[in-house]
């Protein structure tokens, strides 16, 4: 199927080092990329969990299609027949690629290649970039990944991508928060 639905998730290595460090717990949560939400926007301030979310679903993902233990109270996950994830900055400038040229070329081998099947990790796509510019491309890639119908987890600060979800039936937002108590994020 093409079901991803994971309850009670958690990230096994951040797990263990808050276990380890015994500040605290790690909170564990759900992803649905059902048919009614298959492309999550996912915002929040920086140190909200954005990208630890992202890694922690492709990984379920990973471990679930290679019959392993998935750190969840209960996954259901469809097959994958690939894992893209667009995470990180990162440039190759012995070849002449910036920072920016790495993000588009590795963005454009995603929108070549991810079919329905895929399930697609992207944080902070055109960040690269002039604010306007960065939202255009990150504004196209949403609209081209949603028309593919790809499982999508996207973490972005454009929160005007938030407006998606009225045009596009098959974005849903989701909202991370940070909260500073007692001294502590």
């Not at 109270?73 to 667009?86: E, M, N, P």
Request: hydrophobic share 45%.
């Amino acid at each position: 199927s093409l079901s991803f639905d994971i309850k009670g998730g958690r990230h096994p290595v951040v797990e263990g080092a808050i276990k380890k460090s015994l500040e605290g717990k790690f909170v564990a949560n759900d992803c649905d990329l059902g048919e009614k939400n298959r492309l999550w926007l996912i915002t929040g301030p920086n140190m909200a969990g954005k990208s630890t979310f992202l890694r922690q679903n492709a990984l379920i993902a990973v471990l679930a299609q290679m019959g392993s233990f998935v750190p969840a109270l209960k996954a259901h996950i469809g097959v994958v027949d690939r894992l893209f994830s667009r995470v990180g900055a990162s440039d190759d400038l012995a070849r002449g690629r910036s920072t920016f040229m790495v993000e588009m070329m590795e963005t454009a081998n995603i929108l070549h290649h991810a079919t329905d099947r895929s399930l697609v990790v992207l944080d902070e796509i055109g960040r690269g970039t002039s604010t306007l510019d960065g939202l255009s491309l990150a504004w196209a890639i949403t609209e081209t990944i949603a028309e593919r119908g790809c499982r999508t987890l996207f973490a972005t600060h454009y929160h005007e991508l938030a407006k998606l979800e009225t045009r596009l039936a098959s974005v849903g937002n989701l909202s991370l928060r940070a909260k500073e108590w007692n001294g502590d994020l």
